[in-house]
């Protein structure tokens, strides 16, 4: 009997006056990005932000979390000045965080510490 793989759960939260487009390309970068993880991804969250600034730009925010299987929680943030910029550096920096978890203790299975010996 063969499992179905199962993807995560993605979430995207949206502040601010976001294109249509800009959310489907943060969303599909996301999903790119969760398939280079050292385990499988759980959960992921975006947030996409953008706001009016007083000088006539609009700065993006763009901010990630990815809780892989045995509850590892990787994280970033990037302000940039297109959305697009933010999204690519976000992808980028999360995928970094994600290879340098790969051969480190911090992503071994964790025992419940009533088990540990």
Same mark, same amino acid.
């Given at each position: ?35 280079? #993880?050292? *385990?499988?991804? +759980? @959960? ?5 932000? %953008? ?5 006539? /730009?609009?700065? $993006? ?29 976000? #992808?980028? *920096?999360?995928? +970094? @965080? ?5 051969? %480190? ?5 964790? /025992?419940?510490? $009533?088990?540990?010996?």
């Amino acid at each position: 009997m063969s499992e179905l793989a199962v993807g995560p759960s993605i979430t995207e939260i949206i502040d601010g006056p976001v294109a249509a487009v800009d959310r489907v390309y943060a969303f599909d970068r996301v999903r790119d990005a969760c398939r280079a #993880t050292p *385990r499988p991804v +759980r @959960r992921a969250r975006t947030r996409l932000f %953008t706001q009016p600034h007083p000088t006539g /730009r609009w700065p $993006a925010i763009a901010e990630g979390t990815l809780i892989l299987e045995g509850g590892v929680i990787v994280c970033a943030g990037v302000v940039a000045s297109t959305l697009r910029e933010a999204i690519d550096q976000l #992808t980028a *920096r999360l995928r +970094r @965080r994600l290879l340098a978890l790969e051969g %480190t203790s911090s992503v071994r299975q964790r /025992r419940p510490a $009533a088990l540990a010996g």
